[in-house]
């Protein structure tokens, strides 16, 4: 167990819905990382908040969009989804930027 | 922004055999190179890594070398078992700019 906390394990949802994936970082990391695993395929970078406060961005669709609360808890918001958007969502921490990233165990999204 | 190469994208070794994947970076500022080993199904877990002020660093049969100059790295792995079989990333990168490679799937034959 990595520390670090992902809800829900599993979402089944349709098309042009919108979902919400939470992540609880290990206690004492300030930094937060969203990835999204497709099928078969390595992991993309969406986007890191680091205290609060966005600090990288990467694929991130505009349909996307996350926040880290002062709890230092993150919420990834996918809208309008579509099919393509079916994958496994992984949220990881650290203690600082750039330092050893803890995954969590992943939310898998099934949109149909 | 930095950009990371991974080869090879498949390796099949025979059980008790070394495994080798290389790892390319673009930029120079990236002083932290960690490696990354995700089993089927489960969650990416870091097996090893190395900073940029380290040439190599070995864990028993995991190894990882780093050539600043050349900027590339390597994880080698010894005596690899059926349980090695996974995809391994690489990464680099300093401070909120981190990148990972597209992975490599290794599979051990018994």
């Known amino acids: 167990d990595s520390g670090v906390t992902q809800t829900p394990k599993h979402l089944i949802t349709a098309t042009g819905q919108r979902v919400t994936l939470r992540c609880s970082p290990r206690?004492?990391?300030?930094?937060v990382y969203w990835y999204q695993q497709s099928l078969d395929q390595g992991l993309q970078f969406l986007i890191q908040?680091?205290?609060?406060?966005?600090?990288a961005k990467g694929n991130i669709l505009e349909r996307f969009s996350a926040q880290q609360f002062p709890d230092l808890h993150s919420e990834l918001n996918l809208s309008s989804l579509e099919l393509g958007d079916s994958a496994l969502y992984f949220c990881?921490?650290?203690?600082?930027?750039?330092?050893?990233?803890?995954f969590g165990a992943g939310t898998r999204l099934s949109v149909l | 922004g930095e950009n990371v190469e991974q080869h090879p994208s498949t390796l099949s070794v025979q059980e008790g055999d070394s495994a080798v994947i290389k790892c390319t970076y673009s930029d120079s500022a990236s002083n932290y190179f960690p490696w990354y080993k995700q089993e089927l199904g489960k969650r990416p877990q870091l097996i090893i890594d190395?900073?940029?002020?380290?040439g190599e660093k070995k864990d028993q049969r995991i190894a990882v070398t780093l050539n600043k100059t050349a900027k590339h790295f390597s994880l080698h792995i010894t005596e690899t078992q059926p349980e090695d079989s996974a995809v391994y990333f690489c990464?680099?990168?300093?401070?909120?700019?981190?990148?990972f490679g597209p992975g490599t799937r290794l599979s051990v034959l018994p």
């Open positions: 908040y680091y205290n609060g406060e966005e600090r």
């Open positions: 990881a921490s650290s203690v600082l930027q750039g330092g050893i990233q803890y």
């Open positions: 206690s004492g990391d300030l930094s």
């Open positions: 190395i900073r940029s002020n380290v």
């Open positions: 990464a680099a990168g300093y401070g909120q700019n981190f990148v």
